[in-house]
């Protein structure tokens, strides 16, 4: 996540599992494993040990991620209490197809939500997930943004032939612009060839570049482009003034001029949470 506290850590956690079966999936010796076939191996690590963790590694946040976390829920519901007690910030990175009540069960423990819409279509949602109706996805966006007050960010993955028609890109920033916001950042991010989709070629550069600009023509305010290392596009840029907010090299920053959120140049509100 670009837009929450960047420049800190977050201790990471995964598990085994996932509601999906994604044609792409760089986790799935885990995510489509079946947990019962390695529960010999699993290690237990009690919530406290985790928190304990992340705090003696300098992390402000704690996120589940790598395989689906609402797969495992219950932990993160004995987690994120205890994360929070002691000042940690939380969140989800998610394929998003999560019901209310769990959302609700989570919400106020929750800080980020980091949720790929994987397409705009049913047949390119079926073809990537195996899942054909991916409006539950969207729904729950919109509560933990509007009704949760969630931090969010989006993800698509670009998939040539697949996903990476500029209609249904564009469908993808308008729908984040009117049922999010301007300011909901959105991360259009490079596919390689990977699993069952590894005679699909790597997403040309120009293909990013260009859903880039269609996310600025659909008036989303930061649009970022992933897996390509030293690109322009990962750097925030003011949508107001258009001076470039915080510099980075894939994981590292090079560059911060934003302070609580807002730009240093101008003061526009840049929806960071710092
Ligand atoms: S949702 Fe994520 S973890 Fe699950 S199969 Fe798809 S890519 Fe893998």
Redesign the pocket.
């Given at each position: 996540m670009f837009h929450f506290y960047p420049g800190t850590l977050s201790y990471s956690l995964g598990s085994i599992g996932?509601?999906?079966?994604?044609k792409?999936?760089?986790?799935?010796q885990?995510?489509?494993a079946i947990a019962a076939d390695y529960f010999l191996e699993m290690i237990k690590v009690p919530p406290e040990e985790t928190v304990e963790n992340a705090i003696k590694n300098g992390c402000v946040s704690i996120t589940l991620t790598?395989?689906?976390p609402t797969i495992w829920i219950e932990y993160a519901l004995d987690l994120f209490p205890l994360a929070k007690e002691k000042g940690l910030y939380t969140g989800f990175v998610?394929?998003g197809?999560i019901t209310r009540q769990a959302l609700d069960m989570l919400s106020p423990y929750m800080d980020a939500y980091r949720v790929?819409v994987?397409a705009f279509r049913k047949e390119s949602y079926k073809r990537?997930?195996g899942i054909y109706d991916f409006s539950p996805i969207l729904d729950a966006t919109t509560w933990a943004f509007h009704d949760y007050k969630m931090h969010v960010e989006i993800v698509t993955l670009v998939i040539p032939g697949v996903n990476d028609a500029d209609r249904e890109l564009r469908s993808i920033a308008a729908w984040i612009k009117d049922s999010l916001s301007p300011k909901t950042p959105w991360h259009v991010t490079r596919f390689y060839p990977y699993l069952h989709f590894k005679d699909i070629p790597p997403t040309p550069v120009e293909t990013l570049e260009k859903a880039r600009e269609i996310g600025f023509e659909e008036g989303l305010e930061f649009v970022y482009i992933g897996n390509v290392v030293g690109h322009d596009g990962e750097n925030t840029y003011c949508p107001k003034c258009k001076k470039l907010v915080i510099g980075r090299y894939g994981y590292q920053i090079t560059a911060m001029h934003q302070t609580n959120g807002k730009c240093d140049y101008c003061g526009e509100n840049l929806n960071i949470r710092s």
């Open positions: 996932c509601d999906f079966r994604c792409h999936c760089q986790n799935w885990i995510a489509h790598y395989n689906e998610t394929n197809y790929d994987k990537i997930t």
